[in-house]
């Protein structure tokens, strides 16, 4: 299903303003018809005619006007007639159409949790009454650029730690006829197949950097990781999407993750791990630097000679400067004014 627009169709003022004076002039012939008939009965073969016409024509004059359509920026219509599909108007106008020709746009009642999607006024709120009257622009189709934001997933990472994600897809309309045509409703596919896109790109990353992961596809471990590479992978969520939707005239323009977690389950053990990971790392860094100062130390006392000490001496002094630098609580000195040895 190729796209398929409309041009020269936007003489709606035109058509409006020509009905409304043939509708006038039929109006005058009506009322010139009987005034024939009732004064002048002799010229009942002229007033007779040309009230019946008059009539008749006053009765249809209006039905171009049914063809009248006003878009606003970034809005199309997707027209059909008698079932096939004809065109499609887009930009700011005001148009006039076949009166037979119908718009089609079956996404048109879908609410999603996306912008555009979000009733507004009074009826919304109830704070009005409604009159149920129909929506006459329910069937047009926006063009702007529309935010989704799915339901979070439950999804296992490549190491089967549950974890939760939520993302959001800027996303448009590009071809109405494909969006209109070729699926049953372009919101409802949209939304399932970034769900399903979701779940085949998380599966392939762990959700922190993991040793002997391959997440490239290039058979080389990487630090590839849903946390440290988000970029990464909410470019591919982007391209997943894409590929998947392109039947459905839609353009994927970024897709971003909002929400990353692990599931409740293992939450707090993995805060553990975390927590017992970073500890390790500030023990290595503290041990690293302790055992160069120690060694500092040491030269520097040989260095300026200021004392003598033996292996077993420098063994002892050694061992109290590392409990000093890696203990967590603050040294308590003790003095030894005895001798030596």
């Not at 006007?65 to 079932?83: N, S």
């Not at 409604?130 to 650029?145: E, G, M, R």
């Not at 420098?314 to 000195?333: E, F, I, R, Y």
Request: contains cysteine; proline residues 3%; glycine residues 8%.
């Amino acid at each position: 299903m190729e796209e398929i627009i409309l041009k020269n169709k936007k003489h709606g003022m035109r058509t409006l303003l020509l009905c409304i004076l043939a509708e006038i002039v039929m109006i005058a012939g009506m009322v010139a018809g009987a005034i024939i008939m009732e004064e002048i009965e002799r010229l009942n073969w002229i007033g007779v005619p040309l009230f019946a016409v008059s009539t008749v024509l006053a009765c249809i004059v209006w039905i171009p006007l049914v063809g009248l359509r006003v878009l606003k920026p970034q809005e199309a219509l997707a027209l059909t007639l008698f079932g096939k599909y004809i065109g499609t108007i887009k930009g700011e106008g005001f148009y006039s159409i076949n009166p037979f020709c119908v718009a089609v746009n079956p996404a048109a009642q879908t609410k999603l949790n996306q912008s555009g999607d979000v009733k507004h006024g009074a009826n919304a709120t109830g704070g009005e009454i409604s009159l149920n009257l129909p929506d006459l622009t329910s069937k047009k189709i926006s063009l702007k650029i529309m935010t989704l934001n799915n339901n979070r997933q439950k999804i296992n990472d490549c190491l089967g730690n549950p974890v939760e994600i939520g993302i959001a897809v800027m996303w448009r309309i590009v071809d109405t006829a494909k969006a209109v045509f070729n699926v049953d409703n372009y919101k409802e596919y949209l939304s399932l197949q970034c769900d399903s896109a979701l779940r085949n790109v998380v599966r392939i990353y762990p959700y922190d950097v993991a040793p002997g992961v391959d997440t490239t596809g290039d058979g080389v471990a990487d630090d590839g990781s849903l946390r440290g590479s988000s970029e990464i992978v909410a470019s591919r969520i982007r391209d997943e999407i894409q590929t998947r939707v392109d039947e459905a005239g839609i353009e994927i323009i970024e897709a971003r993750i909002t929400y990353l977690a692990y599931a409740p389950e293992i939450a707090a053990v993995m805060l553990q791990r975390q927590q017992a990971s970073a500890i390790i790392d500030a023990r290595k860094m503290i041990v690293d630097g302790a055992v160069g100062m120690v060694e500092m130390a040491l030269e520097r006392l040989n260095q300026n000679q200021l004392v003598q000490l033996d292996e077993e001496r420098k063994a002892a002094m050694v061992s109290n400067l590392l409990v000093v630098l890696c203990g967590n609580h603050d040294a308590q000195p003790i003095v030894n004014t005895g001798s030596l040895y």
